[in-house]
């Protein structure tokens, strides 16, 4: 009787711990933890006066910090600048930062084996006067930095120190992911 009673004790915990929740959402999504369902009512996030009052933050972490308005995340172990925070004030932003990919070129040309050092510029459109966060790309021998900084306000470029030892002489690619935009840059 007792094994019984701990096998649907065991069985019941079992299937608690697969369920998921839904908050006016009778058919939760199988991926979800949580689903809402209202067509009314919003998500509100916890507010906090600043990222610095939230205590041993990971990874996943959304807030809505009062100190800046907006809404921020923590992600690869530090906040986020603000999420979409859309307008200040009554004036729209300045048009977002556009990368120009297919005009980006790398100098010298690269040839494999031998040791390199050079340029990777990305021309961009729409600068804000906004910064950028430092970034380092590496492939086929290479390793593209990027310095933190702003972005001009109007059109402008940015400019990487490439060095290192390429493997391949031709078609080098460099995923670049500056202020929302994502750009496969090859150099030719």
Not at 22 to 28: A, E, R
Not at 67 to 94: D, R, T
Not at 137 to 152: K, P
């Amino acid at each position: 009787m007792k094994k019984n009673v701990l096998l649907l004790i065991t069985l019941s915990l079992s299937v608690l711990s697969f369920a998921q929740v839904g908050i006016k959402q009778t058919n939760p999504n199988l991926s979800s933890d949580l689903e809402l369902g209202s067509t009314n009512k919003t998500l509100l996030l916890n507010r906090v006066p600043n990222t610095a009052a939230v205590a041993n933050p990971v990874n996943g972490m959304m807030i809505y910090d009062q100190s800046e308005e907006c809404v921020k995340a923590y992600q690869n172990g530090k906040w986020s600048k603000c999420l979409g925070k859309g307008l200040i004030g009554k004036k729209a932003l300045v048009s977002p930062v556009s990368l120009l990919c297919t005009s980006a070129t790398l100098s010298p040309n690269p040839v494999a084996g031998q040791a390199f050092k050079g340029t990777l510029t990305i021309p961009y459109t729409g600068g804000n006067g906004g910064s950028y966060e430092a970034q380092s790309i590496q492939n086929n021998g290479l390793i593209a930095t990027l310095s933190a900084g702003n972005f001009v306000v109007g059109n402008g470029s940015l400019q990487y120190s490439v060095t290192g030892t390429p493997d391949r002489t031709g078609n080098i690619t460099f995923n670049a992911n500056i202020a929302g935009n994502s750009c496969a840059v090859v150099s030719k």
